[in-house]
């Protein structure tokens, strides 16, 4: 016996007749899009910081034209990653291919660099946001479709709250560094552990997605226990099958070969890092502590808390409500609770048997993640608050659990969090406001300009030369990097160097 999911009898009668059920879907789709946007949307000018610097210029430059080298440089720098501690060539695909598509933004409309690194980032927020929706029905449906129903009234809110926990909480959170590429790889890990709760057959294809996920990055890893976490709960809790059943289903099976495909890669790979890096002077992004790794745990398991977040994201004050920015977002989230409330009345409300197994899995998944960031020489060294590279997915853990908690007074909740995303998007305008000022974040943002309307006279070429003198006065350690990148982007844009005068 194979069979997953109850299928749920129709009852007869008008009082069963449900409005289409695509219509709350949509609904929902239209919030997981601009909840998210909202919040985000005073940082969509935040200058380029760390590697971000060169990587878009750099990475633009190279692949796109010639795509298909991405997978050939992938493959070919894996050596020279594994001495630097890690390995994760299917995450540098998603990682460069997010680059050059910043990047397409400037050659296609004259975008900023900036500026369309930080639009790709939003939209990796919406596929997580829309992921985590998934991910919650996923695990709370009975009926065998799973979009053939309404969801449920904690998936209608969650949007909410996933986007007041996206908060610039740094400069090494998700929505500041790197977060088209560690919010879609959070997307990545709901996504799976979604599919293997709806799994109906697993097969070669499952082994292969395990043996991806331990090539693609640490943060992609957690989709494994995840998943297996969530059938098992899924089965034994939602659906109510004895443990018999539950562990010859086609969902475990799914888990199972998701661990036959990802430990031969994940054992060997680790071992070798463990080899390599034994003497110390490895990446320290992807450095293993094992040491601090109990003490730094409970600051991770609560850093998804918006105040902790605010207080990070504007140096210790409370977000500045009394402004424009923070108005705009409040009335526009507004606008959607009330849209959203109008329909939540009508959508079905977890039971005791779904809530539960939604806490499981949003525990289980807040301490995967946390233990992540726990583990890692760079997170033991945060303050409580701080984002890092699990942000996304201990905001949707929280976010899950808070709502699987919280089953009555929803217009309570929902007003909650609305003034909550509010404040979240004050704290976003605080930090960019904050970080904006300085040499720096002008060098930086004027460099991204000229490359975007790059000006081919000789006061052009002036121009760019007097930046580049400024860069190096900053950053001399960086300069020949700085020449490799900008050149790339600018031979590919306009045909020409950044600065005529550099050394070639």
């Not at 199972?256 to 463990?274: A, C, D, E």
């Amino acid at each position: 016996m194979t069979a997953e999911i109850l299928e749920v009898p129709r009852q007869a009668g008008p009082a069963a007749v449900v409005p289409a059920a695509g219509r709350p879907w949509r609904a929902l789709l239209r919030r997981c899009l601009l909840a998210p946007l909202v919040v985000l949307s005073p940082l969509v000018t935040l200058t380029l910081s760390a590697d971000h610097r060169f990587n878009i210029y750099n990475n633009g430059g190279l692949y796109a034209t010639r795509p298909w080298r991405l997978f050939e440089a992938a493959v070919t720098t894996v050596p020279r990653y594994l001495d630097a501690g890690n390995f994760r060539p299917l995450g540098r695909v998603l990682e460069w291919s997010l680059d050059v598509a910043a990047f397409a933004l400037t050659a296609l409309f004259g975008v900023p660099a900036p500026i369309g690194l930080r639009v790709i980032s939003f939209l990796a927020a919406v596929l997580l946001t829309v992921a985590a929706v998934v991910f919650v029905e996923a695990v709370t449906a009975r009926r065998r479709r799973l979009f053939a129903g309404s969801p449920s009234a904690a998936a209608a809110l969650l949007p909410f709250a996933v986007a007041a926990g996206l908060v610039a909480a740094g400069r090494l959170g998700t929505t500041v560094l790197f977060g088209g590429l560690y919010l879609t790889t959070s997307a990545l890990v709901l996504g799976v552990a979604a599919w293997a709760c709806r799994a109906r057959r697993a097969g070669l294809l499952i082994v292969l997605v395990g043996a991806g996920l331990a090539a693609f990055n640490e943060l992609a890893y957690l989709a494994v226990p995840l998943a297996t976490v969530a059938v098992l709960l899924h089965g034994r809790v939602v659906l109510g099958f004895d443990w018999r059943r539950v562990l010859r289903g086609a969902s475990v099976r799914f888990a199972g070969l998701l661990w036959i495909g990802f430990l031969p890669v994940f054992v060997p790979v680790r071992l070798l890092i463990r080899q390599r890096c034994a003497s110390g002077g490895c990446y320290v992004g992807s450095d293993i502590a094992y040491r601090g790794a109990a003490a730094a745990l409970p600051g991770r398991l609560v850093s998804w808390l918006p105040p902790l977040m605010w207080q990070r994201a504007t140096g210790g004050e409370f977000p500045r409500l009394a402004a424009a920015v923070p108005v705009l977002a409040f009335v526009a989230l507004a606008v959607l609770g009330w849209r959203a409330l109008r329909g939540l009345w009508a959508l079905p409300v977890l039971d005791g048997r779904q809530s539960g197994a939604l806490v499981g899995v949003a525990i289980a998944l807040l301490v995967l993640a946390g233990t992540l960031a726990a583990l890692g020489a760079e997170g033991q060294d945060l303050p409580v608050g701080s984002g890092w590279r699990e942000s996304g997915l201990t905001t949707v853990a929280g976010s899950v659990l808070v709502l699987a908690l919280w089953r009555r007074f929803v217009l309570v909740l929902l007003a909650l969090l609305v003034v909550a995303g509010t404040i979240s998007a004050a704290a976003n305008k605080d930090f960019r406001d904050a970080s904006g000022g300085g040499r720096f974040p002008y060098l930086y943002d004027r460099i991204a300009q000229e490359v975007a309307g790059f000006d081919r006279t000789p006061a052009g070429d002036a121009r760019r030369c007097a930046l580049r003198d400024a860069f190096l006065t900053v950053d001399s350690r960086d300069g020949e990097r700085f020449d490799m990148s900008l050149d790339r982007a600018t031979r590919q844009l306009a045909g020409r160097r950044f600065c005529s005068r550099a050394p070639r």
